[in-house]
């Protein structure tokens, strides 16, 4: 990215009208890596404005600058960053890292979770799958939401049964994790492959992982279609943690379990 400061002496100008010059910097994963001092090529609302953008300026800092010549300026497609002083090359330097730049959209929400689902097909067939899509979506009455795609082996177990368990994953089951994630029912057995335990949840009809230290069984109440994912919001119907994360009021305290 390419952004310009106005400049007074060292500092950045009080006003982009008396500016002396034009400090010009190219940023890159914020740092600078080029940086050019042009004379100011004299203040017009319009001249300025068409100037910079003839050099694929995308912002300009300054310390004022009067409402038309930023409407310009914006006309133009180049940010406008009023209230700057100090030292430019410092600003500048402050302005590389914090700057803001267009990013990719997908799963931009991060940390993801990392849970695991479990559900039961009508047929008793039992399968888990990695959910990244997952999240509290009320707390009265308490609810949680998972996306799943409707090709994935799980989507018709779930949609038919309407049930489904969350499992919370701790850094000891990490290779299971990655396995039940990366590897399809549809080409072969994975559950037996990596040695899954199950066991039947209290309020559903699909299993729990015992050996994961939150186990959330849920009851499909709405779904949702979001585009790539369809939303199965579950009431939650029982929740089950190991014993030594659960304090005398039933609270977890999640702080001790070691997530992935």
């Known amino acids: 990215m390419k952004f310009s400061v106005a400049v007074k002496g060292a500092d950045v100008s009080k006003d982009i009208g008396c500016c002396d010059t034009f400090l010009i910097f190219e940023e890159k994963r914020g740092r600078i890596i080029m940086r050019q001092i042009i004379e100011n090529p004299g203040y017009k609302p319009d001249l300025l404005p068409g100037f910079l953008d003839r050099l694929k300026i995308e912002a300009i800092l300054c310390g004022s600058m009067d409402e038309l010549t930023m409407q310009v300026f914006t006309s133009k497609g180049i940010n406008v960053v009023t209230g700057v002083s100090g030292n430019a090359d410092r600003i500048a330097d402050q ?26 097909g009508l047929n ?42 969350v499992n919370l994953v701790d850094k000891s089951y990490r290779e299971t994790f990655d396995y039940l994630g ?17 066991q039947d949840g209290k309020k559903v009809n699909a299993p729990i992982l015992p050996d994961c230290p939150v186990n959330i069984e849920c009851k499909v109440v709405d779904s949702i279609v979001t585009g790539s994912h369809e939303m199965f919001i579950g009431r939650i119907e029982y929740v089950h943690a190991d014993a030594k994360f659960v304090d005398l009021e039933g609270n977890i305290d999640f702080s001790q379990i070691d997530f992935i």
Do not use: W
């Open 95 to 120: 302005y590389a890292i914090t700057s803001k730049k267009q990013a990719n959209m997908k799963s931009c929400l991060q940390p993801m979770p990392k849970v695991l689902v479990s559900c039961r």
């Open 124 to 165: 008793g067939e039992n399968n888990v799958l990695a959910v990244g899509y997952c999240g509290n979506c009320s707390y009265d009455p308490p609810m949680v939401m998972v996306g799943i795609v409707p090709t994935r082996y799980s989507y018709q177990m779930v949609k038919e049964s309407g049930c489904f368990v």
């Open 182 to 198: 990366s590897h399809s029912k549809r080409d072969g057995d994975k559950l037996t492959a990596m040695n899954v335990r199950l």
